[in-house]
Every structure is written in structure tokens, then in C-alpha cells.
């Protein structure tokens, strides 16, 4: 009898960086058709479509992608979720299968942000004629850098110095150096859009955005897409034996929100939903955090990155500080993180970032990383969070 | 824009107090002081400067923007609760790059008010990380932020060290 567990058959993501000759369709498709080849199957036998574009979210990337590559009348669900737009599309087409509705789907995310600036989230209109209280503050003018700041890598450099507060350590020094471990990862993945080695004189002597994070700590704005296609376990057992040997097992496939605190409408609280993913995940899976031969996460900025190693339990509660000392997390480490670069170096085209970072985890299960393989890679965790808040988890292992 | 120039508003009534006391002064004071707004609706001006949480009556949960029901418990009942104007430096960035128009570097924080968690620039401080240091004291202090054309000032707010004051 054939089980309810869910698999990634075929996977993809384009080459991450400037992509000035190809529009948000051209990267779709060749997300989507590399996945459809990975998986050797085809897009008519697709039963649903879930995709995501977070730039251009009203524009319905779903079906420009089906004009170009097959309009077969199967549902689409265009999906946005910030940064955790990716990683939603593909837990969409997984509920879609696990649901019974189809025994095949295909996730696809995409995004164009070469050349975007670091400001996302950062603005600020010149002030009116006359004080006029609007909005749900009453605010007369307005509050971008009058009452703390709305720009991303001001928000998570708080993420990380308010970690420092409460378990210490947190230097400007020590986010540098987790800045330079994976600049350092990206030298070896070919599909970055950096890939660079900066030693932390460079990083930390680079243009200052929103102390403590420099330009390399904040995640790269670069053009790129990547996608998947999932399968049910009773279509799968149909395949041939080499669509099967490739396929990755999808163990666990999370979302959360952010559940209210004290605080967490001032500051967003990445935390709390994380770690509510993560136990979730490792429920999910039967898999402990000890049991993962690497990680994907987060690092927009990275201040994130060291508050995730924490949430996501790869240390014990309050160690994050003296668990990325010990090297942990370097991709020779005991806890591999970001051996792909992450999103500081390899780049980080938001709505491709949740699939992109599935992609990296299942390349090393499959045995196909190449240079940055890490040996013998059984089981995975990715997480991605999208400020508002949303978190995506994925555990994934290797086919038996 | 705003402009520098100050021009009294004789036709100008206030519609609500929005808990500024000036508006309450006599007609007569108020020709000598400037008309006064807060930044936001949950700063209260007046001779003790502090900021006003909606508090849930069911669950204590505090908020300052204008509420459709409790986050925290799903109630709709609030009340005004005076927030703590001394208060403990729990994050903070300094921000190098912001949009046009805003100057830069300033320092962006949190302050653990007494257990409530406010968010706010640092201010009165040289603003590099040699002055700003987690787990500082505090306090609020309110400023102008300029005139508008009909000569109003809006008061804006921030916390410094209270070492300074
Ligand atoms: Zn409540």
C-alpha cells in the first residue's frame, strides 16, 4: 500500500545574479522546464500549478508561465508570502497532492530584483502641507526614521543585536565572521551570484547599511528563478527505477505565522514561529536536529543567521553564539549552514529563495553537489521566513 | 512641503484635543503658545510627555496603533495605559542608509519600558556603537519636528540617555 509521503521528483534553479536579457516569464520557464526534465516528466502531466512572483504579484505568474510553456487547464495558484513566497508555492502543490487532487504538481518561484537597491521596505513621502493624522498611528508625518527605522537591514540587525542582549556575545565582529563563512560556502556553487571569498577586513571595512550589518551582510538583490515537481508516493512507485533512485523524500513541510508576543508588533519577531516550524518539522519527520548533514537558512542579513541556528535547534537555547565559534557551521563543521552561500552571496531573488534553497539540499541527498558535496548527506532541513510574518520548514532525505 | 514661515491660524479650531493640553488653553494663552500636534495619536503631550498604549481589558495585551480587536486574545475592549517613560536599551541599529530625504545616521531602538516594548529613535547621543550600548537607561523626551503651513507644530518623540538629563 502505498503511502501518504510526498516527494520532490525534479528540481531546478537557474543561474542566480543579473539576468538583464531575460524577463520574469523567461526565468519561470526555465525553472519550470528544467524541473519537468530533472523529474523526466512533462508539464501535461502537471494536475496543478502554484507559483510565485512577489514583485509582480497581481500579474498572475502562474498563468504567463502556462502561455509559454503549456496551458493545459489545471488550477493555478498564484501565491505571495514575502520572502516566504517559494517556499509556500511549493507546500501549496505538496497539499494539493497530499489533498488527493492530483498526483503531480509543479512549484515554481521567480524573481527580477538586480539592481533594486537595499531599501527594500524603507520609504518615506515628504511631508504634507499641514499635519493631518492618518492611518492607524494617527501619524501626522511621516515615521520611517522618526519613530525607528522600516528598512530591512535596520529590522534584522535588531533581530540579532536583541539576541545579543539577552544572551551576549553578539559583536560586530561575530555577524561579520558568519558574513564570511558564507561568502567563503559560495566559492564553490557556480549558480551564485557571488562567489567571491571576502576576508572579514573587507566585510567589515565595507559600506556600513545599518550597523551592525555592511553591504556583503545584507542578502544579495539579484534576478532568478528555481522550481519543483512533487509527486505522490503511489505515482511514484510507477516511475522508472532511475526517477525513483533521484527522488528526495519530502519528511516534513511546514508553515507558520507569527503568534502574538509582547513586542512583536514593534519588532518583528522572527523567533517564535520559527521555532514553532522547526518542532513541528522534526515531529513531522522523526528526525532530530542532531540527525542533519546540513542546513539551509534564512540569512537575509547576518544577524539572522546566528538567531536561526538558535530557533531552529542546531544549538542548545542561548548557545548560538559559542556554537558558530566552534565552527559548527562551516561546511566542514559538524552542522553544515548555507554551503551554498546563502542568501548574502549566492543572492536571494525573493520569491525563488524558498525552492532555491530545497534545490541546494536536495543536490547534496542526491549525491550531484559537485565540489561542495557534502559526503554522504542522508537528511536536510531548509527553512525560509518572510517578514510579516511567515516560515517555511522542509526536511528532506535521501531515498532509501 | 512644510513651511518655515509661521502664519497663525485664526480659522483654525482644533476638532479634538487628541490629549494635547495646549488645546485646552485659554484663548488668550493660545495666541502666545504655537499650536501643538503629536507625531502619532499614542503620544500624550502636555506637562508630563508620555506615550498611551490601547490596553485588552481581557488579556493585558498592550498596542499603540488603533485596534480592531485584541491580536492576542481576539476581545474587542480597551483601555488607555500610561507607558513608562524610563526604560531599558533592549536592540538597536544605527542606520547608515535610509530613503531620501531622511537624514542619516540615526539610531533606531527598542526600549523595554517596563515591561512594554516600544519602539523609537535614540536620541541625544553621538551615534556610533562606542555611545549606544544594549541595555542602557533611557528616557523619553519630545521635540519639534517642524511647522506645517498653517503654522502648527508637530512634536515628535525619541529616548535619551538618562544619564544627560
Ligand atoms: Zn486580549
Known amino acids: 500500500m502505498a503511502s501518504d509521503d510526498i516527494w520532490i521528483l525534479g528540481i531546478t534553479m537557474t543561474k542566480f545574479g543579473k539576468r538583464p536579457e531575460d524577463d520574469v516569464v523567461d526565468l519561470a520557464a526555465e525553472a519550470a522546464l528544467g524541473a519537468l526534465a530533472d523529474g523526466g516528466v512533462t508539464i501535461q502531466e502537471m494536475g496543478v500549478l502554484a507559483a510565485g512572483n512577489l514583485m509582480g504579484a497581481a500579474a498572475g505568474i502562474g498563468q504567463q508561465l502556462q502561455k509559454q510553456i503549456g496551458q493545459t ?16 508555492a511549493l507546500r501549496t502543490a505538496i497539499m494539493a497532492v497530499k489533498a488527493g487532487e492530483c498526483d503531480m ?31 492607524r498611528y494617527g501619524a501626522v508625518a511621516g515615521l520611517d526614521g522618526r519613530v525607528g527605522t522600516e528598512i530591512m537591514p535596520g529590522v534584522f540587525a535588531q533581530v540579532g543585536m536583541e539576541y545579543g542582549y ?17 561568502h567563503s560556502h559560495s566559492t564553490l556553487n557556480p549558480l551564485a551570484a557571488y562567489s567571491k571569498a571576502m576576508t572579514l577586513e573587507q566585510i567589515m571595512g565595507d559600506i556600513m547599511i545599518a550597523y551592525p550589518n555592511t553591504r556583503p551582510m545584507c542578502s544579495a538583490n539579484c534576478d532568478g528563478a528555481a522550481a519543483a515537481v512533487v509527486v505522490s508516493d503511489a505515482k511514484l512507485k510507477t516511475l522508472d527505477p532511475d526517477q ?8 516534513a513541510s511546514v508553515l507558520t505565522s507569527d503568534p502574538w508576543d509582547e513586542g512583536c508588533q514593534q519588532l ?10 522547526a518542532v513541528q518539522a522534526y515531529e513531522q519527520a522523526g528526525v532530530a536536529p542532531e540527525d542533519l548533514d546540513l542546513v539551509e537558512l534564512h540569512d537575509c542579513f547576518a544577524t539572522a543567521e546566528l538567531v536561526h541556528y538558535d530557533n531552529l535547534q542546531l544549538c542548545a537555547p542561548g ?22 552561500g546563502g542568501l548574502e552571496s549566492k543572492g536571494h531573488p525573493i520569491a525563488a529563495t524558498g525552492i532555491a534553497n ?4 536536495c543536490h547534496h541527498l542526491r549525491g550531484e553537489a559537485g565540489d561542495r558535496q557534502i559526503e554522504g548527506a542522508k537528511v536536510g532541513l531548509a527553512h525560509v521566513i518572510g517578514l510579516g510574518s511567515a516560515c517555511g520548514v522542509h526536511i528532506l532525505e535521501k531515498a532509501a | 512641503m512644510v513651511s518655515t514661515q509661521r502664519s497663525w491660524p485664526h480659522d483654525r479650531i482644533p476638532v479634538e484635543p487628541r490629549g494635547c493640553d495646549t488645546f485646552g488653553l485659554p484663548d488668550d494663552r493660545r495666541l502666545d503658545v504655537a499650536e501643538q500636534v503629536p507625531l502619532v495619536d499614542y503620544l500624550v503631550l502636555g506637562d508630563e510627555p508620555h506615550l498611551q498604549a490601547n490596553e485588552c481589558t481581557a488579556c493585558g495585551a498592550r498596542f499603540f496603533d ?15 495605559a500610561a507607558i513608562a517613560t524610563e526604560g531599558v536599551l533592549r536592540s538597536f541599529t544605527i542606520v547608515a542608509f535610509a530613503a531620501p530625504g531622511i537624514p542619516v545616521p540615526f539610531v533606531a531602538g527598542i526600549i523595554d519600558c517596563d515591561g512594554t516594548q516600544v519602539r523609537a529613535n535614540v536620541v541625544d547621543v553621538e551615534p556610533d556603537p562606542e555611545h549606544v550600548t544594549l541595555g542602557m537607561k533611557l528616557k523619553l523626551t519630545t521635540f519639534p519636528i517642524g511647522e506645517d503651513s498653517a503654522g502648527t507644530e508637530a512634536i515628535g518623540f525619541g529616548f535619551a540617555p538618562l544619564e544627560a538629563n
Do not use: Q
Not at chain 1, 525513483?244 to 519528511?251: C, D, E, F, G
Not at chain 1, 553564539?321 to 552542522?335: D, H, I, K
Open chain 1, 105 to 135: 504538481g509543479l512549484a515554481v518561484g521567480v524573481e527580477k530584483l538586480s539592481g533594486a537597491g537595499l531599501l527594500s521596505g524603507g520609504s518615506r513621502k515628504e511631508d504634507a502641507d499641514t499635519w493631518t493624522p492618518k492611518g
Open chain 1, 268 to 277: 518583528p519577531n522572527v523567533n517564535t514561529l520559527t521555532r514553532r516550524a
Open chain 1, 166 to 182: 539577552e544572551h551576549g556575545g553578539a559583536t560586530f565582529e561575530l555577524f561579520a565572521r558568519i558574513s564570511e563563512k558564507n
Open chain 1, 358 to 361: 530545497i534545490w541546494e539540499v
Open chain 1, 319 to 340: 548557545e548560538a553564539v559559542p556554537f558558530f565559534e566552534s565552527g559548527a557551521t562551516w561546511r566542514t563543521g559538524s552542522t553544515p549552514v548555507n554551503v551554498s
Open chain 1, 73 to 88: 487547464g489545471i488550477p493555478v495558484y498564484n501565491v505571495a508570502n514575502a520572502c516566504a513566497t517559494g517556499a509556500t
Open chain 2, 66 to 80: 488603533r485596534r480592531n480587536a485584541c491580536a492576542s486574545c481576539g476581545k474587542t475592549e480597551f483601555t488607555k
Open chain 1, 244 to 251: 525513483r533512485r533521484r527522488a528526495v523524500k519530502v519528511s
